[in-house]
């Protein structure tokens, strides 16, 4: 199960929370993001923080440019 929220601070700044459970190895992991969403080209990073060890922490950037 996961719930996030997602809001824009302005008109090209998204923050991100969110939350999951894994029932199967009965972890929790939280995360937080920020994203710049521009006319060209968008990019988001996030972070994912769990709690068994420090090996599921993550880190992730996204860059998003159309082709067309």
């Known amino acids: 199960?996961?719930?996030?929220?997602?809001?824009?601070?302005?008109?090209?700044?998204?923050?991100?929370?969110?939350?999951?459970?894994?029932?199967?190895?009965e972890n929790n992991y939280f995360g937080t993001g920020l994203g710049f969403v521009g006319p060209k080209f968008s990019i988001h990073y996030a972070y994912l923080s769990g709690q068994e060890t420090?090996?599921?922490?993550?880190?992730?950037?996204?860059?998003?440019?159309p082709i067309w």
Do not use: C, P, Y
Not at 54 to 65: A, G, I, M, P
């Open 1 to 25: 199960a996961a719930v996030g929220l997602e809001s824009f601070l302005n008109r090209w700044v998204v923050l991100r929370l969110g939350v999951k459970r894994d029932f199967f190895t």
């Open 54 to 65: 420090e090996k599921s922490t993550r880190h992730t950037l996204d860059l998003n440019v």
